[in-house]
């Protein structure tokens, strides 16, 4: 059985992020701790967020050039950030509107990867001598964005939370606010 470049694309992107529970219906969307549904964690944080981006993508028509050269483009139809309330906890008595800043900032630079996602996806090409070489080719493409994207964002994750102490470091969650902001104001 032969998945259309379609089916093929959506089945690799659902693979790795599945159905969200909160997506962004505005450009921003504060979290507050009703959304966080899930078990507190177990380790020494007293909260997690889980966020996600999901997409809906579609492979252009491929075409053939005067030379004999197929090409294929990627065509984004929309891509978005999302919180899963069921993964996303915080313990008992912990949830401080200090904390709650912290965990909405894991969701902002979720937000902003939404943008460089979109941005990166959007006008790939496959090229081949043949039609299904030109998809393949943009298969692969897709496939190793979204593997440079994926460190990229949890690389950027993971900084905030050893720069600000998850968010118990006051003076550098205030730095990160600023620059998360700032990349949010500038993508508009």
């Not at 921003?28 to 909260?47: H, I, L, Q, S, T």
């Not at 996303?88 to 008595?93: A, D, I, M, T, W």
């Not at 401080?96 to 460089?116: G, K, P, V």
């Not at 190793?144 to 102490?165: F, H, V």
Request: with cysteine.
């Amino acid at each position: 059985m032969v998945l259309s470049p379609r089916v093929l694309v959506i089945a690799v992107l659902a693979a790795s992020h599945p159905a969200p529970e909160i997506d962004t219906a505005a450009r921003y969307r504060n979290v507050d701790w009703g959304d966080f549904k899930g078990e507190a964690p177990a380790g020494p944080e007293d909260a997690y967020i889980t966020t996600r981006l999901s997409g809906d993508y579609q492979f252009g028509t491929a075409v053939k050039d005067d030379s004999g050269q197929w090409s294929v483009m990627l065509e984004v139809a929309r891509i978005r950030c999302v919180m899963d309330r069921t993964k996303s906890g915080v313990k008992l008595g912990k949830n401080s509107e200090h904390l709650l800043l912290h965990e909405q900032y894991h969701f902002a630079i979720t937000l902003y990867w939404e943008t460089e996602y979109h941005n990166v996806l959007t006008g790939l090409v496959g090229t081949g001598v043949a039609e299904t070489d030109a998809i393949n080719d943009l298969t692969d493409k897709v496939k190793s964005a979204l593997r440079d994207l994926n460190g990229k964002w949890k690389q950027m994750q993971d900084q905030y939370d050893i720069e600000t102490e998850h968010g118990a470091n006051y003076s550098k969650q205030s730095e990160w606010c600023k620059v998360v902001d700032s990349i949010l104001a500038g993508q508009k």
